[in-house]
């Protein structure tokens, strides 16, 4: 049974289109990994973990993936401790 070089021909085109389309697809995938994150990625001050933004009580405060620390931004202690003066258990840390 002899093998048509035409539908070859198509096969092996059809399969070079696909690896090119393959590589460009995960070659976008890595310019999005890195892209999110140097948007997302900060550096842990105390370890090497990422820190990730987290609501406490509507606020936004930034937690480590690794060590689970808690930082906050500017004001954002502030916020906190005077959303739960209210007779909260954070508050009467710093009275």
């Not at 021909?9 to 289109?17: K, P």
């Not at 976008?28 to 933004?53: F, I, K, S, W, Y």
Request: hydrophobic share 35%; glycine share 8%.
């Amino acid at each position: 049974m002899p093998i048509d070089l035409d539908d070859r021909g198509r096969a092996l085109e059809n399969e070079y289109f696909r690896r090119k389309e393959q590589e460009l697809i995960e070659k976008l995938r890595g310019h999005l990994a890195v892209e999110n994150a140097a948007a997302t990625g900060m550096q842990c001050p105390r370890c090497d973990g990422t820190l990730h933004e987290a609501d406490y009580q509507h606020i936004k405060i930034d937690v480590c993936n690794k060590c689970h620390g808690v930082w906050f931004d500017a004001g954002e202690l502030a916020q906190v401790i005077d959303k739960d003066k209210q007779g909260g258990w954070f508050s009467k840390l710093f009275d």
